[in-house]
């Protein structure tokens, strides 16, 4: 399978801040953002794979500045890294006073999905290449955010164990 470029899956997504995206502090909800970032990842993903994807894992979201009402949001995705069915994309938001034009670095993110066929099941993807300097300190450091989440992975089937799924709540 042919390398892709990172830049082969960059996507780009523009929104405005409305009242019914906001909170009693007048700025947009958290899980609005989150939304967003996996709409705009996954179509990266799905970008990349020419496949149907799943969300796998969402590494963190990390929100960085608040956003308010009539401000724009700017989410950018790409692909940073490549398992064999599997693909880590990074996002960012970028936000925007739109009547001062002053930018600001909103939230970051990683996730994971997986390119499935059309019966469902983990299909092969294409690796991936670096071009830019953001891209490539990105897939660089890739593999010791996949040590980490594999790790917690691990944890989490561990707390999983000790639960005790006959009773009830």
Not at 24 to 40: K, L, P, Q, R, W
Not at 137 to 154: G, N, Y
Request: with cysteine; charged share 25%; aromatic share 6%.
């Amino acid at each position: 399978m042919e390398a892709k470029p990172s830049s082969a899956s960059r996507t780009v997504q523009a929104s405005l801040v409305l009242p019914s995206d906001t909170n009693n502090h007048g700025t947009i909800f958290g899980g609005t953002m989150m939304s967003y970032i996996d709409e705009v990842a996954a179509i990266a993903a799905m970008r990349h794979s020419r496949h149907t994807v799943v969300t796998a894992s969402i590494d963190s979201i990390d929100f960085l500045s608040p956003v308010k009402m009539g401000h724009s949001l700017c989410i950018e995705a790409f692909v940073t890294s490549t398992g064999k069915t599997s693909m880590e994309i990074f996002v960012k938001i970028i936000s925007e006073d739109l009547k001062t034009g002053e930018r600001m670095l909103t939230a970051t993110s990683f996730l994971t999905f997986v390119a499935i066929d059309e019966n469902g099941l983990p299909t092969p993807v294409p690796p991936v290449y670096p071009e830019t300097d953001e891209e490539k300190d990105l897939f660089h450091s890739a593999p010791e955010r996949k040590r980490m989440r594999e790790e917690r992975r691990k944890n989490s089937k561990q707390v999983i164990d000790n639960i005790d799924l006959t009773k009830r709540i």
